[in-house]
């Protein structure tokens, strides 16, 4: 009588820890994978108000979409000085949006308001 129960209790036993083992042995691939950097899509926003691009110098990855919102009450146009982008006229209210795929440094000014203080994208 009392031996059954003590092979009883050791099989309960050797199921529990046969249990825990199996789950416990799952293969641990710690290999670190290689941290690339991937095309990322990331998206910048500089806003026009009161005759500023704000912020003035937007630092950014590569790959990044940069959009332009004309917050003031008149026109405003986003240009490249170096003639590699041009948004046009921005209508009050409206945005511009431009993806940036090549590091550089990118000023920009607006050609309805020559006074303006250029704006300038950093792109890295
Ligand atoms: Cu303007």
């Known amino acids: 009588m009392k031996k059954t129960l003590i092979i009883g209790l050791l099989v309960v036993f050797v199921l529990i820890s046969g249990c825990t083992s199996t789950t416990t042995v799952t293969p641990a691939s710690t290999t670190p994978g290689p941290t690339t950097p991937a ?15 704000v912020p003035a110098t937007a630092e950014v990855p590569v790959g990044t979409t940069v959009t332009w919102i004309n917050d003031d009450n008149v ?41 303006m203080p250029r704006g300038k994208v950093i792109v890295r």
Do not use: L, M, R, W
């Not at 095309?39 to 691009?53: A, L, M, P, R």
């Open 39 to 53: 095309q990322t899509s990331t998206e910048q926003q500089v806003n026009i108000k009161d005759f500023n691009f």
């Open 75 to 115: 026109p405003h146009t986003v240009t490249s000085v170096s003639g590699s982008f041009d948004s046009g006229s921005i209508d009050a209210g409206k945005t511009y949006s431009y993806k940036f795929n090549q590091a550089g440094t990118f000023e920009y000014s607006c050609t309805i308001h020559p006074t």
